[in-house]
């Protein structure tokens, strides 16, 4: 890992660089139904080799950093039951040595009949975390004091990750990101003009803002609402996110102009499928052979073919989707793939 990043405190996770592919395909179908289509990549962040991948990866490698560097020996994180997230903490748990609780709150109203047993549930068990399962209406401050104390009185030193990963640490994971973006691009003679990606905790998008201004980059980024209805609460609190990450990175901070969050893909709520995400999934699977998922890069998928379709990314640009992972999921969401 070389450059400032490196001086950083960290734990090796994954090698460097993740591909970033050609959409070659997807675009001959999406130009023979809409006439035209910018240029479209794929950075393949689903394929950091860290138990299914994903971008929690690259926050993790400096979450880690900071736990070592605080002498803890247990990873605490919380999320839904099907959180990547925890899925990735608990591989990195593993990978470096640290014993992992997960703290899990079933309030996703999806009523598939394998979503409370399998798909990142299954993998958390598979790689031996501690399992906390609470219900949509617990106490969140409540359980998280209990499950410190637990640990602390087992003589453990825990460390707290923020659900998604999502401070100023863990979003340095992406602003190195988006200089290795910038340098594929570069490499590949690529006239880079924007990268669009989910957004929920807002980690990825604050660290890919950070490292590009970092870069006096002005490629956009559009973040995809996955999460919430209130849009303008994402944008303040992305705002809020990039400048603790800009101040902590020593870098200069983002222009208001910069912080795009796009909704109207999200449906009826957080982890509950849409049409336009299954067809989304099914045709990159079907054009290209890689797998997004049902909860995360399916709806952002499905947002940035309708944003092409609509003319809101025009034909001239060329556009790396950023796939952030989440393909685990597929298998909690079986009946709305199984045909
Ligand atoms: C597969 C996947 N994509 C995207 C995201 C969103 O990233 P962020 O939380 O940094 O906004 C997540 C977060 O959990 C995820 O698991």
Redesign the pocket.
């Known amino acids: 890992m070389p450059g400032p990043f490196s001086l950083l405190p960290h734990v090796e996770l994954f090698e460097a660089p993740t591909p970033l592919q050609e959409l070659m395909n997807l675009r001959a179908v999406i130009a023979a139904e809409n006439g035209s289509c910018p240029q479209l990549y794929i950075k393949r962040d ?1 394929m950091t080799g860290l138990a299914g991948g ?3 990866t690259r ?1 993790l490698e400096y979450l880690l950093g900071e736990a070592r560097k605080q002498n803890a020996d247990t990873l605490i994180t919380a ?1 839904a039951l099907q ?3 925890a899925r ?1 903490t608990a591989a990195a748990a593993s990978k470096a040595g640290f014993a992992c609780t997960l703290i899990l709150f079933d309030t996703v109203p999806y009523q598939g009949a394998l979503y409370r047993r399998s798909g990142n549930l299954l993998l958390d068990k598979v790689l031996g975390a501690d399992l906390v399962i609470e219900d949509g209406t617990a106490d969140a401050a409540e359980v998280f004091e209990r499950v410190m104390g637990n640990i602390s009185k087992a003589d453990g030193t825990p460390y707290l990750i923020p659900v ?3 401070n100023s640490v ?2 340095i994971g ?1 602003a190195r990101a988006a200089g290795e973006i910038l340098d594929q691009a570069a490499a590949k003679q690529i006239g880079l003009t924007r990268i669009v ?11 890919l803002l950070t490292g590009l201004a970092g870069r006096a980059s002005d490629v956009r980024v559009t ?1 995809i609402n ?2 919430r209805h209130d849009t303008e609460k994402m944008r303040e609190d992305l705002t809020d996110l990039t400048e603790r990450t800009a101040d902590r990175l020593g870098v200069r901070r983002v222009g208001a102009e910069r912080f795009e969050i796009v909704d109207g893909f999200l449906g009826e709520a957080y982890g509950v499928p849409t049409d336009e995400m299954k067809a989304a999934v099914s045709t990159l699977a079907q054009t290209e052979g890689i797998l997004l ?1 049902p ?3 399916g709806k ?1 998928m499905a947002a940035m073919i309708a944003m092409i379709f609509r003319g809101e990314i025009g034909p001239e640009e060329t556009v790396v989707f950023l796939h ?3 393909m685990p ?1 597929l298998f909690a969401y079986e009946e709305e793939f199984a045909g």
């Open positions: 689903d994903g971008n929690k926050k999320g959180s990547n997230h990735q998604g990963g999502s863990g979003a992406y990606h989910a957004s929920s905790s807002l980690g990825t998008q604050a660290g973040g996955v999460y998922d909860v995360y890069s952002a952030t992972g989440g999921g």
